[in-house]
């Protein structure tokens, strides 16, 4: 199906002005220039300036014929369009934001890091999922993001020649946009797309049933699941959507699965106060984990303005990973970024609200 017709208001600068080329797959290309009466040949050149250079004016692509530049650029847009709002951390990751078609906005984060450079996107305006620790849960659902909507996160920031890692962590639950966030990964993965390797691609979820299943099928990329406590009645309260995987069923839908080598599978456990830390939670870490290939990620709560809950402390975090690593688990403490301007993990959508 086209994407919907943008009537060149909202916040696109106009950019937006027809049907939008960015979010349609090599075969869809092919079929508009067949139908159009052009040689299909050609889609390989548009969908590497339209994917790879990113461009915004179609007549920029000096290989292909006039004919079919001016064809597209009276029919289509390419699809990217710049944030409204760049905020800048003290530890040099940034967030940008978008305005949704619906004029709602979306928030990515870019987050430097040596030789990796990641960004963190969002798959939804907004969350219907309603986790407890989370700000964007809390803002309600706004609506799904379309393929391009996704995708200009990765391909129209300033850094976008140079990112190494995408991973679907911003705001929304990527298994409830699944066939958009699908399409996205295709194309983000795919040699005549972005071409990033799936090993560098992650989406993070809670688990939505049947969808997490189909998804690890038809795509190699990596997958975090929030955990937050082995217990089902807490992890209930922390995650209150109905239809997802309990904590058993993950652990037994994953150890079914045949894993690539280098597929990572990871539980993702924020750490709260007196809530989750305890030594009963993690000696139930480390029964279920044992002996599994899957790693987990500790994370510090990052506090909204009037939760009453606070992260666990530090030093209880690096007893955490010890034992877990004494036993055989793969443990890590994932460091927090750009919690100065709300773009940490469980923050996102609060400084827009404000
Ligand atoms: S943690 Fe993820 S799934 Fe839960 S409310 Fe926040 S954005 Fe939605």
Redesign the pocket.
């Known amino acids: 199906m086209d994407q919907p017709y943008v009537q060149g208001v909202l916040n696109f600068g106009g950019i937006l002005k027809n049907r939008i080329l960015s979010g349609k797959s090599y075969s869809e290309i092919t079929d508009i220039l067949s139908e159009s009466g052009f040689s299909n040949i050609q889609a390989e050149k548009i969908t590497y300036w339209l994917y790879r250079r990113r461009i915004r004016d179609f007549m920029e692509m000096d290989n292909l014929p006039k004919t079919v530049r001016l064809y597209l650029n009276d029919q289509f847009s390419p699809g990217f369009y710049e944030p409204y709002q760049t905020i800048l951390s003290d530890d040099q990751s940034k967030k940008y934001i978008f305005s949704t078609q619906s004029g709602f906005p979306v928030e990515a984060v870019y987050m430097p890091d040596n030789k990796r450079n990641t960004v963190c996107v969002s798959s939804q305006a907004g969350?219907r999922?309603?986790?407890c620790?989370?700000y964007?849960?809390k803002l309600g659902f706004k609506g799904n993001l379309e393929v391009y909507e996704i995708l200009n996160q990765v391909g129209s920031i300033p850094e976008a020649a140079k990112l190494t890692h995408v991973v679907f962590m911003g705001?929304?639950?990527p298994l409830d946009n699944y066939d958009n966030v699908l399409k996205a990964i295709d194309i983000l993965t795919a040699q005549w797309g972005f071409a990033f390797s799936p090993r560098n691609v992650t989406i993070?979820t809670?688990a939505i049933k049947p969808r997490l299943e189909t998804f690890i099928e038809k795509t190699k990329c990596n997958i975090a699941i929030?955990i937050h406590s082995p217990f089902e009645d807490e992890r209930s309260t922390m995650?209150p959507s109905a239809g997802k995987y309990n904590v058993r069923e993950i652990l037994d839908l994953i150890q079914a699965h045949n894993w690539e080598r280098h597929r990572r599978v990871t539980f993702q456990y924020i750490m709260i106060d007196g809530f989750n830390d305890t030594e009963r939670h993690l000696k139930e870490l480390i029964r279920i984990l044992k002996g599994t290939r899957i790693r987990i990620n500790l994370m510090s709560y990052h506090p909204s303005e009037g939760s009453i809950l606070q992260s666990s402390p530090d030093e209880l975090q690096w007893y955490f990973k010890r034992q877990l690593v004494y036993n055989g688990i793969s443990a890590s403490i994932r460091r927090s970024r750009g919690e100065d301007i709300g773009a940490a993990c469980?923050l996102?959508g609060s400084a827009t609200e404000r």
């Open positions: 969350c999922m309603g986790c620790f989370c964007t849960g705001m929304g639950e993070s809670i929030s995650i469980g996102l």
